[in-house]
């Protein structure tokens, strides 16, 4: 059951930026960990980024680190991703996801959203 949604997906060139969104309608995302992933085609899915409830910790992956920023504003029940110097690498499927019972980005995300398609391409 898709309970989040994300947007701000689209085709940019290398070394552009892009910023997805990440919301809920159904729920109060504050006290969850949200979380964004990622599919290539012919991968599998790939943790990206992590805020925990409250944004107390926040985690990268070493492919994205010192380029995508993660944030959260609670009073727009909306978690973002600011991606910068994008590359052709980045281009999959991202997805966001919510720890529905825990406020750490180490529990369970089991609420998801349908993905936004990112493609880096010149």
């Known amino acids: 059951q898709l309970q989040l949604e994300e947007s701000g997906g689209g085709l940019v060139q290398p070394g552009g930026s892009l910023r997805l969104s990440c919301t809920s309608s159904?729920?109060?995302?504050?006290?969850?960990?949200v979380g964004w992933f990622r599919q290539a085609p012919g991968k599998g899915r790939e943790g990206v980024s992590c805020i925990s409830g409250l944004g107390i910790t926040i985690t990268y992956a070493a492919s994205v680190k010192g380029r995508f920023t993660i944030s959260r504003d609670d009073a727009k029940n909306t978690v973002y991703l600011q991606m910068n110097y994008l590359r052709p690498e980045d281009t999959a499927v991202y997805y966001c996801a919510r720890t529905s019972h825990s406020s750490s980005c180490g529990g369970s995300f089991d609420s998801w959203g349908q993905g936004t398609q990112v493609t880096v391409s010149s």
């Open positions: 159904e729920f109060t995302l504050e006290q969850n960990a």
